[in-house]
């Protein structure tokens, strides 16, 4: 994955390109602070206030920064990423376009064996009885796809019926707007390692650039989101009965968290006691 400042390169021939935004860092501070004018709080308590909101999920001053992307991708990827149906989507049409003879083919080393314990997951290895005989079988059988395709239009067949025989992975290009709400949930589900993998290489793209728009509501993002986790009630229970609530207390001053941090972490794991309404 190669990237320039508004592009971000990704598989063998897609992109993920920048092509414009709609606020920034800042954006989400005005909205949360409606009654109030620009300059009247400092960087730093800014980015307090950001970190709060993402803390709490108090989404809605998210959504007043919005992205716009042009795409291109597998079409096998695009109809997973068109099920996050938060977005303003507009794809090419092979109704009215000839699509480019381009597949998304991976390396040899690359093609990865069904999982046994996952219905819709791989695993990294080729699979055992996969032979390069195979592997260049299915570059012939791209190309005699694309040279049919061709065919039935030189025929006179619509286009909207010569495109059913082209695969799913021939590349299709699509333009898709996105708040950053739902910009984020997008990145949290298809980074993770249970998303597949080539799905997973476009959220990482997309995370490259949200980055540079908007880091100090990445980097809450990155820390509460990505990197922090949700326990159930059992769990929670677990481990509670393991810990010193005294002892996690003075971890998390020595750790530099501020008060109403330490004791918003103390709340989480040893729950609200009695009496408290602060």
Partial sequence: MSKDRDTVK????????????????HAIVQAARVSYGPGTKTVREDAALID??????HWSP??????????????????????HRTASVNEISGRYSVLKDEFYFPSYENWRSQSTTNKQGSVNQVPEKFL??????????????????????????????AR???????????????????????????????AQYEIREYAKAI????????????????????????????????????LDEEEVKRRLE???????RVREAIEKLFGVKEGNNE
Wanted: glycine residues 6%; without cysteine.
């Fill in 52 to 57: 709060y909101l993402m803390r709490h999920e």
């Fill in 164 to 194: 059913m025989i082209l695969p799913l992975n021939t590349y299709t290009e699509f333009y898709w707007k996105q708040d950053l709400r739902n910009l984020l949930n997008f990145i949290k589900l298809r980074i993770d390692h249970h």
């Fill in 207 to 242: 995370a490259e650039i949200v980055k540079q728009v908007v880091p100090v509501a990445w980097s809450s993002f990155e820390n509460h989101h990505l990197r922090g986790t949700r326990l159930s009630g059992d769990e929670l229970g677990v481990i509670r009965s393991l």
């Fill in 254 to 260: 020595e750790a530099g968290l501020s008060k109403s």
């Fill in 10 to 25: 990704v598989l063998d021939k897609g992109f993920v390109r920048l092509v414009d935004v709609m606020g920034d860092d």
């Fill in 62 to 83: 998210f959504e007043m920064v919005e992205f716009k992307f042009h795409v291109k991708a597998p079409i096998f990827v695009a109809r997973q990423w068109f099920r």
């Fill in 132 to 161: 390069h005989e195979d592997y260049a079988e299915i570059a012939k059988f791209l190309a005699q796809g694309y040279q049919m395709y061709q065919h039935l239009m030189y025929l006179g067949v619509a286009r909207e019926m």
